[in-house]
């Protein structure tokens, strides 16, 4: 790609004059802040998104692609930061949409079941084939996107942010397979704000930084703490300075919580367990096993079978979600289907919840909003959480994943609840952002919130927690001590290694 440049209307310049070498059969991974530009680069690529200038070549022949199928014929796919599935299809249907056998006129149900499940065992992605699309948690939509791909057999894979909520022992599982992809003679591009995985995998690097080329690196004895200067401009540390932590009074209090979820066996199993004002107890446990239960169970979305949830000393069990949200924030785990509203404005995000509970947007009148006011609380909450917004008119969707990520936490901070649900709460971000955001946590607890962080980057768990509880098929299997045990140590009353009471 040479000297391309993209200006979103009405003017927004996301990149000035960028180049872009990828070389055949290489994992070149594209790295920069949020905002920079990688996905909006891609997508050109992908042929997405038009672009206002610059040239495009692909195995020495000029190239623009005015569709992703026409891109995909050229054989150059990509997997999206935010999902493109169709939910009430099924995991299979999902794979072969737009490119299904056909016996005849029809589609021939059974050989395209039978090939994406063959293609789904021969990578391990460990996949239920005849699952609904809808019922997916975030990891498994990132492998059903990978899958897709596969399944056309494209020559350039590219991944944008691929392993954002994957387990380490599924990330390095992936790892694996790409880089058989790459020994198979297909070239990869891989977008990621982890620079572990980017130092683990890649051949070279490009860094982005503010919509143009800041450097192309090799990747040999680049170490992180470069590779981080090279993208923000200035140090980046990767832990961040508390206080240990003094708990007060008992803010969430779970009580046998059970609950059946569809298929065999309980999902949660005599849940319980405390979360105290001023403490961050971290949650940790492999993908599904019972995480996303006890979210919902917590706010709301599912009332427990069996067993109750105290906030603040109240009863919440039966109480609807608008009920709980005058006492919880949330950050959800995945922002394009929960907590947002993506073709609305950056404001009606923004607003959410406050919209019920904050005096200050209603202005002179009590039961009206007011646009002005809201616009203010708006640009306040950018400002404060260094959302990169030029407008916040447009579209929610227009912001980069980053930033949208930063406008939710914005919003949930400043509500300012006794409890704070924090699911997968620094997906997508960048390594400066993450800094910030690990910070406001801090903030949030030293003010006296109880916090209840659940991460699949144990890294993180270790970074914030003040006591960790692993979660393995639907109830607490241990309780650590980040200070005296390890990352080694959870990982395997994760896997179950041995059992603790
Ligand atoms: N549809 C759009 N309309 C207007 N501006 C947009 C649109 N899409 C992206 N932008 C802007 O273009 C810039 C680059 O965004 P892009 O999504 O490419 O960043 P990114 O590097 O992928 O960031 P992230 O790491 O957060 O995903 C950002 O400032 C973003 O707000
Ligand atoms: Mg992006």
Same mark, same amino acid.
């Given at each position: 790609m040479n000297n391309i440049v993209k200006v979103y209307p009405p003017a927004v310049p996301a990149l000035k004059q960028v180049s872009l070498d990828i070389a055949e059969g290489e994992i070149h991974a594209l790295i920069g802040e949020n905002g920079a530009g990688k996905s909006t680069l891609m997508n050109i690529l992908y042929g997405l998104i038009p672009f206002n200038s610059g040239t495009i070549s692909f195995k020495g022949e000029n190239v623009r692609f005015h569709s992703p199928q026409a891109a995909v014929k050229a054989g150059i796919g990509m997997v999206h930061q935010e999902f493109m599935l169709i939910d009430s299809f099924t995991v299979w249907e999902n794979t072969v949409l737009g490119a299904e056998p056909r016996k005849g006129l029809f589609l021939d149900r059974s050989a395209a079941r039978e090939r994406v499940a063959r293609l789904a065992s021969e990578y391990k992605l460990n996949l239920d084939v005849d699952a609904s699309a809808a019922s997916l948690s975030v990891a498994a939509r990132q492998k059903l996107e990978i899958l897709k791909l596969l399944y056309r057999d494209v020559q350039v894979l590219i991944l944008d942010e691929p392993t954002a909520v994957l387990t380490p022992q599924e990330t390095s599982e992936l790892f694996r397979r790409l880089r058989a992809l790459r020994e198979s003679g297909k070239t990869l591009v891989f977008i990621s704000h982890k620079l572990n995985e980017v130092l683990a995998l890649s051949d070279r690097i490009t860094v982005m930084r503010r919509g143009e080329r800041a450097a192309v690196l090799e990747n040999s004895r680049i170490s992180k703490t470069e590779l981080a200067r090279a993208m923000v401009g200035r140090n980046v540390m990767f832990t961040v300075d508390k206080k240990p932590a003094e708990p007060g009074r008992e803010v969430l209090k779970l009580a046998g919580v059970c609950e059946g979820g569809p298929g065999p066996g309980l999902k949660l199993e005599d849940m319980s367990f405390s979360v105290w004002a001023g403490e961050i107890v971290g949650l940790a446990g492999i993908e599904g096993s019972g995480q996303l239960e006890l979210v919902q169970a917590l706010t709301g979305f599912l009332s427990p079978g069996r067993g109750r949830i105290y906030l603040s000393g109240r009863d919440i069990s039966g109480e609807d979600t608008i009920r709980r949200r005058e006492h919880l924030s949330y950050i959800p785990q995945d922002?394009?289907?929960?907590?947002?509203?993506?073709?609305?404005?950056?404001?009606?995000?923004?607003?959410?919840?406050?919209?019920?509970f904050n005096k200050r947007l209603s202005g002179r009148?009590?039961?009206?909003?007011?646009?002005?006011?809201?616009?203010?609380?708006?640009?306040? *909450?950018?400002?404060? /959480?260094?959302? %990169?917004?030029?407008? $916040?008119?447009?579209?929610?969707?227009?912001?980069?994943?980053?930033?949208?990520?930063?406008?939710?936490?914005?919003?949930?901070?400043? *509500?300012?609840?006794? /409890?704070?649900? %924090?699911?997968?709460? $620094?997906?997508g971000l960048d390594a400066g952002s993450i800094e910030a955001v690990w910070r406001e946590i801090i903030k949030r607890r030293d003010s006296g919130a109880a916090c209840l962080l659940i991460s699949s980057d144990l890294d993180e768990i270790f970074a914030l927690a003040d006591r960790i509880l692993v979660i393995r098929r639907g109830r607490i299997a241990a309780e650590l001590d980040p200070h005296t045990s390890s990352v080694e140590e959870a990982g395997e009353y994760m896997l179950g290694v041995h059992e603790k009471a």
């Open positions: 922002r394009k289907r929960m907590g947002s509203a993506q073709s609305r404005s950056i404001v009606s995000t923004a607003i959410m919840t406050h919209h019920r009148f009590p039961f009206l909003l007011s646009p002005r006011c809201c616009r203010e609380f708006t640009a306040e *909450l950018a400002a404060a /959480f260094q959302v %990169l917004a030029s407008d $916040t008119s447009t579209s929610f969707s227009s912001l980069s994943g980053g930033n949208q990520q930063k406008v939710i936490i914005g919003r949930e901070v400043m *509500l300012n609840n006794d /409890f704070f649900l %924090l699911d997968q709460p $620094t997906r």
